[in-house]
């Protein structure tokens, strides 16, 4: 069975204080057995915005092909033409395949003008947006993207997290009333993971690590927890690879 990691970083990060490497990424992907990852700057990566740590990445997937897949992430905070160029320049030339809203790491509000920007632009360059949601509330709600997810139905959103354990039940709750909204479960309980997928279906759920400390826990925790072989089918590759459209 195929693993792909939808939620994964690089570089430095000064809102967290972390800091991830290549060979970090690349040494924990191969100890535990994960065969690719979208890969994304942390949200303090500086300076803003971040092209060298997109550089890094589009070089990383060069030297990995079918491994390493780009996310862009950029301080929407920054003047707009500043962010829509770089991000623009990740997507068209980078090949990337979605865009990061972070809503603690770089204080943004889903439903304020500079969150609605991202939900727009992920629109129009036809990308997923994940969302990071769950431990910075009330910005990350998951049901502060409610207004994208309805004026944009066919815009794939990612609920990074699904949650964080706190808010995992409005998380499922949410993405049961708009198909196009998918869960992210990165620290979630393992029984909450089973139950998003009996509520939602399993083509909604996915796998991620953040970092590769939690590599491990996160494969480990749902089989524990009891999922039937259909169910990590879908949550360990098929969903994520439907919705960033990568073939592994």
Request: proline fraction near 6%.
């Amino acid at each position: 069975m195929k693993i792909l990691d939808a939620h994964s970083h690089i570089g430095k990060c000064r809102v967290f204080d972390l800091n991830v490497t290549e060979e970090d990424l690349i040494k924990n992907m191969d100890a535990k057995g994960i065969d690719a990852a979208v890969v994304q700057p942390f949200p303090g990566a500086d300076p803003q915005p971040p092209v060298d740590v997109h550089d890094r990445i589009a070089k990383l997937a060069g030297k990995h092909p079918s491994r390493v897949f780009g996310m862009a992430s950029v301080n929407p905070h920054l003047p707009m033409e500043v962010w829509r160029k770089e991000v623009d320049r990740c997507i068209k030339d980078l090949k990337f395949v979605g865009v990061k809203l972070h809503t603690i790491g770089h204080a943004i509000l889903p439903t304020s003008a500079d969150g609605k920007m991202i939900f727009e632009t992920a629109n129009s360059l036809n990308v997923p947006v994940m969302v990071h949601t769950g431990l910075g509330i009330p910005f990350a709600l998951p049901s502060m993207v409610v207004p994208a997810a309805k004026k944009f139905p066919n815009l794939k959103i990612i609920l990074g997290h699904a949650g964080f354990n706190i808010a995992t039940g409005e998380a499922v709750i949410v993405a049961s009333v708009f198909k196009n909204i998918y869960l992210e479960c990165s620290y979630c309980i393992g029984g909450d993971i089973i139950w998003a997928m009996n509520e939602l279906g399993s083509d909604r759920v996915m796998f991620g690590s953040d970092v590769p400390s939690n590599m491990q826990t996160e494969l480990v925790k749902i089989k524990e927890a009891g999922a039937t072989s259909e169910q990590l089918e879908w949550y360990f590759n098929k969903t994520a690879s439907r919705v960033f459209n990568i073939k592994l």
